[in-house]
């Protein structure tokens, strides 16, 4: 078995340069947590979150340091990467997964998992996967959720997901 990972911040290019930036307002209510989820299906991680991963000595993954301004005191918030998940995994089993499917403009069909269940040959003793066609997923190991659970690590919420 495995976990999917579920989790505010928004994505914004400013119109007089070609920079971009994230951004983040206390005054919605909004709280910096370890794991930040946003608009770009990105998931954002604490310096903590990097150090715990790094010393996991995980094979496939990566972080990109981002910019995370906070607008009502215009403070950049310090220390997040975007986390990178080198790889999407083919590893979701569909006869046993609830998902629906459109089709696009162009005629594809496209599967939007709600319940993930996984072919446990596929999934190569991997702590993180992304599953192929899905990238807003994030799929964690239980020695990953474990030790979440051990250093309080904020923003991340589990499902169980079955493998067959």
């Given at each position: 078995m495995g976990s999917h990972l579920v989790g505010n911040i928004c994505w914004k290019t400013h119109k007089s340069s070609d920079e971009t930036h994230l951004f983040y307002s206390e005054q919605d209510?909004?709280?910096?947590?370890?794991?930040?989820?946003?608009?770009?299906?990105?998931?954002?991680?604490?310096?903590?979150?990097?150090?715990?991963?790094?010393?996991?000595?995980?094979?496939?993954?990566?972080?990109?340091?981002?910019?995370?301004?906070?607008?009502?005191?215009?403070?950049?918030?310090?220390?997040?990467?975007?986390l990178n998940v080198i790889g999407h995994q083919d590893v979701i089993d569909y006869s046993h997964s609830i998902f629906y499917e459109t089709q696009t403009q162009d005629g594809r069909i496209e599967r939007e998992v709600v319940k993930f269940a996984l072919v446990r040959d596929r999934l190569r003793g991997f702590d993180f996967i992304r599953p192929k066609g899905n990238p807003g997923a994030l799929i964690v190991s239980e020695r990953v959720k474990k030790i979440f659970g051990k250093r309080s690590v904020t923003g991340a919420g589990f499902r169980e997901i079955r493998t067959y």
């Open positions: 209510g909004r709280m910096i947590t370890d794991i930040i989820t946003n608009n770009l299906a990105w998931f954002l991680v604490s310096d903590e979150f990097q150090k715990m991963a790094r010393n996991l000595n995980l094979e496939n993954v990566q972080f990109i340091s981002v910019d995370i301004l906070e607008t009502s005191s215009e403070t950049m918030i310090e220390g997040y990467a975007a």
